[in-house]
């Protein structure tokens, strides 16, 4: 269950990958709504879904999962058994995932190994609030959290 997000919009924004057009790198944020944007950073993988229309570069980072199936190949992917441990950033999502950039890309409407379903819990509430680890546009509210989620 993803419980953490940040969005980084195609205008307005200076963290946003897309805020200097279309690169090599950043070329798969500027697809189809439901593609994956998977990039490097400091020898680890972030996983994004793009959120726009093509040419229109905007996507959310997925920042945090509450791991709901699948637990024993993440902790063997992980190397950890702590459950909030096992996906509690970017880059664990990815290494507990399997993601790496050969990912980059994927359009998860037609994908059969990577999945994201609605969630049922209907009492929770999200906050949102300013993302983090960034220096850019820090203020922007885009970072959303279940904040009563345990």
Sequence with gaps: MIIETEAYLAAGD??????CGITKR???????????????????YCLNVVTERRNVGSAVLIRALWPTYGIELMQRLRGQTDPR????????????????????????????????????????????????????????????VYSNFP
Excluded at 26 to 44: E, P, R, W
């Design 85 to 144: 441990r096992l996906t509690a950033g970017p880059a664990m999502i990815c290494q507990a995932l399997g993601v790496t950039t050969a990912d980059d890309g994927i359009d998860l409407m037609t994908c059969d190994t990577i999945r994201f379903a609605r969630n049922p819990r209907r009492d929770l509430v999200v906050h949102a609030g300013p993302r983090i680890g960034i220096s850019r546009s820090r203020d922007l509210p885009l970072r959303f």
């Design 14 to 19: 200076e963290a946003s990958h897309s805020r």
């Design 26 to 44: 950043n070329q798969s944020m500027f697809g189809d709504a439901a593609m994956l944007y998977v990039y490097s950073i400091h020898a680890k």
